[in-house]
């Protein structure tokens, strides 16, 4: 009998540490669909942050919009919730996240109640928070594995999701200096920070993608988004930035920055499926 135990623990002990170290962490890709979901809640609170904007400076038009972005921003929270779950993150890290949608609820419910400038900057802060957060998951996760699947997933944080940014901060303070007309002078200087800071990003994006193809993404696509880009900056330098006497329309102009980041994400898509077959 004894025996028998014996030879059952020897059996069933590697079996169980096995189990026990399989489950310790989440899978590759669930950490790439994880980088991706925390993406997905920027973009939401991008947009979001810029319709925002645009209602508190005139646009009546922006405020159901900027009810429906909020719900896909809670949609966003529960993907986020169930991948966090599944990739195992260590209590740290779900408390950041954790943290973040609280601040990001709250400020939802009171963004109409305080001054657009304000609300502006404390939305830019979130989002810079999620990006950073998601540095961190990467670097943790990725830096030690391949080298080339480390470069790529960084990229898409910390390149593809910046331009993303700032085309939406573009977006969002252009749709509200449209709305309301004119450009106010202490607005000049950081519109052209975004205009330069999108100028820097495309370039990498570019140099990134001359030297690696993918099957979903000819050069025909990569320049309509160049293409794209390059039209919505012209746009914004010739008729909104230090101009008195803006004859726009703030939704067209807002629809065309969305337009850039779909661009954007298109590309993102294409280089995250391209990861996701090599793990």
């Known amino acids: 009998m004894k025996r028998l135990l014996l030879i059952l623990m020897i059996v069933v002990s590697p079996m169980m540490a096995f189990s026990l170290f399989d489950d310790d ?27 925002t904007n ?7 038009a922006a405020q159901l919009l900027v009810y429906a972005q909020r719900e896909q921003m809670m949609k966003d929270f529960d993907a986020i919730k169930k991948l ?11 408390n950041a996240s954790t943290a973040l949608m609280k601040k990001l609820k709250k400020l939802n419910k009171k963004a109409f109640k305080r001054q657009s400038g304000e609300v502006f900057a404390s939305y830019t802060g979130v989002i810079e928070e999620w990006i950073a ?11 030690s594995g391949k080298a080339d699947i480390y470069v790529a ?14 085309i939406g901060k573009l977006r969002g303070m252009g749709s509200g200096i449209v709305a309301r007309g004119t450009c106010k002078e202490t607005e000049t200087p950081k519109m052209q920070s975004f205009a330069t800071n999108i100028e820097q990003y495309r ?21 309509v988004v160049n293409g794209k880009i390059a039209a919505y900056a012209k746009l914004t330098q010739e008729s909104v930035i230090g101009q008195e006497e803006i004859q726009l329309d703030a939704n067209k102009f807002f629809d065309q920055g969305t337009a850039c980041i779909g661009g954007v994400l298109k590309v993102y898509k294409a280089v995250a499926s391209d990861i996701e077959s090599k793990l």
């Not at 645009?54 to 009546?60: A, C, E, L, T, W």
């Not at 966090?84 to 779900?94: P, Q």
């Open 25 to 51: 962490k989440g899978t590759d890709k669930d950490y790439l669909h994880l980088v991706s979901s925390i993406k997905d809640v920027a973009i939401s609170t991008q947009k979001t942050r810029g319709l």
């Open 54 to 60: 645009s209602f508190m400076n005139g646009n009546v």
């Open 84 to 94: 966090t779950d599944k990739a195992k993150l260590s209590d740290d890290y779900t």
């Open 133 to 143: 957060l998601n540095g961190k998951i990467i670097d943790t996760h990725f830096k």
């Open 153 to 166: 997933v960084s990229m898409l944080n910390s390149t593809l999701l910046p331009l993303t940014e700032n």
């Open 203 to 223: 370039d990498q994006m570019k140099s990134y993608l001359d030297k690696h193809s993918y099957k979903t993404l000819s050069k025909s696509d990569l320049d």
